[in-house]
């Protein structure tokens, strides 16, 4: 499986910046890319999910996807204490692997109040 | 609407004895996953079903592993005989179908202790 990059962190931000977070992926081929956030001890929790190039707005938190780069990033405006978990970059397979989900291995997010 | 249901929630046992983990995906859910996370890891795919048949079981260790979902409903997955490296949470999730549009939920896992 190809593989999915994310820097493991932590990233900390003070409460109400914006926390960026970046992911790259080596397979060109993937056209579907997930952000799930996972709290200590809990399961992963979808948030955002983009199929096209470009960004992707969902209240607080923007998706954006560059194929050509290979990257998917998530922005996460006005950074809450509340937001403080791992964010897992994950893209669907591909062919014989369509419909799984390869996952990176997430980037440690803490906002400091 | 129900999310997806697993149990046990904490397992432990000892190395070499065996353990079976169960699954309810989300009502109509046609695909279901079991995924291995091992700590500080992403999750990785063990098998995935689409109904009662398997779609991808390439990366299930298959001399100690397996999975069944006979009636394309709920699913079961079984270690015999553990190991100490099978320490992780075992998450079960399920989405509508294979499309690049079906997302998948995830239940709550299982977390196994191998000693």
């Known amino acids: 499986q190809k593989e999915v990059e994310q820097n493991s962190g932590p990233l900390s931000v003070p409460e109400g910046a914006i926390a960026s977070l970046n992911c790259t992926y080596s397979?060109?081929?993937?056209?579907?890319f997930f952000w799930y956030r996972q709290y200590s001890g809990k399961s992963p929790e979808l948030i955002m999910s983009i199929y096209s190039n470009g960004d992707k707005e969902d209240g607080r938190f923007t998706a954006q996807l560059n194929k050509a780069s290979q990257y998917v990033s998530l922005l996460i405006r006005d950074s809450q204490p509340s937001d403080s978990a791992t964010y897992l970059c994950a893209r669907k397979g591909v062919g014989g692997s369509q419909g799984n989900l390869i996952f990176g291995k997430g980037t440690k997010l803490s906002v400091k109040p | 609407e129900a999310g997806v249901a697993q149990s046990p929630r904490y397992k432990i046992i000892e190395k070499r004895q065996s353990v079976a983990f169960w699954c309810n995906p989300i009502s109509g859910h046609a695909t279901l996953y079991w995924y291995q996370q091992i700590l500080g890891q992403g999750p990785k795919l063990l098998i995935q079903f689409q109904n009662n048949g398997v779609v991808d079981d390439s990366q299930l260790p298959k001399d100690r592993f397996s999975a069944e979902r006979l009636k394309g409903v709920d699913s079961t997955l079984k270690i015999q005989p553990a190991k100490l490296e099978d320490s992780a949470v075992y998450l079960c999730?399920?989405?509508?179908?294979?499309?690049?549009?079906?997302?998948?939920?995830f239940g709550p896992g299982t977390r196994l202790t191998v000693l």
């Open positions: 999730a399920s989405s509508l179908g294979t499309g690049r549009n079906n997302e998948q939920f």
């Open positions: 397979d060109r081929v993937s056209q579907s």
